[in-house]
């Protein structure tokens, strides 16, 4: 239990009190002091300091000062006049509570106001910065924009200025070419005037020797000069044939053996895109080509879609049952299934076929396949097998 001090002493105005405490050896550090409008108390344990004033004083301006051992108190009253005591006299223990209680809910309630009002001024000060920085920055903004139409002015009065420089280059070549022309045009009429007076000179010169000859050598002059000028040609059309032909290059450029084979191959993709086959009918036309179909079946080869591969591989066969590489990527799918009969029976098919191609001494892409994991690595040579 705390020891009440009780030997202090106090003394005031009209407007001010002063009380003075003692320390008794106690720390400056370990006193903790309280005060409100009603309420005094300092705590340095072992001893205690209240006293429950008589009159509300203003604790925002009241000051302490703690120094030699001594706490001295300087406290303003609200309302200016003499106490006749400091502290309430007739104060119970539940009164005393009631009034500690009361203190510390206004305390509490100031240091909210006050926590509050700091909360507040930061965030003015935050405000109040935001704005400058955004100040700022508008400023600097605005400057690059100046900065970049001071730029863009000077770029465009430049361009203006060497367009006007090309204007004027264009126009002295355009007058230049205008004299140089003209120079020309009066050389060539000058030739012509020349030209003109000779054959005035030369004429003039037969027609007095033709006057000075007999009359027969006139007449004949006469139907000379009639017979030298020709007769207008009469008008006409021509008509002209040319053979029919399939290829756009003429016949002296083209190859007649490649161009027969190729429409030999054109007519059996024709007849094979002909005939009713039900799974032509959802396919779009450059989906109807048997090298799309073994594209196709490759890919899904590659993602382990056998059967879809083989399907593929089947339709792609019947719209033209000619390309060795479909037996045998259609082989390699059948192995990938254990179907090993129909794998042989495919690959038998693939080598009879390169066999006749061979035999018909055709120039094909020779493949060479390998089976590797879940892939068919090929690689093609253009060359005569």
Request: charged share 35%; proline share 3%.
């Amino acid at each position: 239990m705390p020891l009440q001090v009780s030997d202090y002493t106090w003394q005031q105005t009209k407007t001010s009190v002063f009380i003075s405490v003692p320390l008794r050896g106690v720390s400056v550090r370990d006193a903790d002091v309280f005060c409100t409008e009603n309420y005094l108390k300092v705590n340095f344990p072992p001893f205690l300091f209240e006293v429950f004033l008589c009159a509300p004083i203003d604790d925002e301006n009241s000051k302490a000062k703690i120094g030699n051992d001594t706490i001295i108190f300087t406290l303003y009253k609200k309302e200016v006049a003499m106490w006749e005591t400091l502290s309430l006299s007739g104060v119970d223990k539940e009164m005393m509570q009631r009034i500690r209680e009361k203190s510390i809910l206004q305390a509490q309630e100031r240091a909210k106001e006050a926590t509050e009002a700091k909360a507040a001024a930061r965030r003015e000060d935050q405000k109040y910065a935001l704005n400058v920085m955004m100040q700022i920055e508008e400023e600097e903004r605005k400057k690059i924009e100046d900065m970049k139409e001071n730029e863009r002015m000077k770029a465009t009065k430049e361009l203006e200025a060497w367009k006007e420089c090309q204007r004027k280059a264009e126009e002295q070549k355009r007058i230049h070419r205008e004299e140089k022309f003209c120079e020309q045009e009066k050389q060539i009429e000058d030739e012509r005037k020349k030209l003109k007076h000779k054959s005035h000179t030369r004429i003039s010169a037969s027609r007095n020797l033709a006057t000075k000859g007999r009359n027969s050598e006139n007449i004949f002059l006469e139907k000379l000069k009639e017979n030298s000028i020709p007769a207008p040609r009469s008008v006409g059309s021509i008509k002209i044939n040319f053979t029919p032909r399939v290829f756009p290059t003429a016949l002296r450029e083209s190859q007649v053996a490649e161009e027969e084979e190729w429409l030999h191959k054109q007519a059996e993709a024709r007849r094979a895109l002909n005939t009713d086959i039900p799974e032509l009918s959802d396919l779009k036309e450059e989906e109807k080509n048997p090298e799309w179909l073994k594209d196709k079946g490759n890919k899904l080869f590659a993602t382990e879609n056998y059967l879809a591969a083989i399907n593929a591989y089947n339709l792609a066969i019947r719209l033209n049952n000619k390309i060795p590489l479909l037996y045998l990527n259609r082989a390699a799918c059948h192995l990938k299934l254990k179907n090993l009969h129909k794998a042989i029976e495919d690959s038998s098919k693939f080598c009879r076929l390169t066999a006749r191609l061979k035999e018909e001494n055709l120039v094909f892409p020779c493949y060479h396949y390998h089976l590797h994991g879940t892939r068919i690595i090929d690689t093609t040579c253009c060359r005569q097998c």
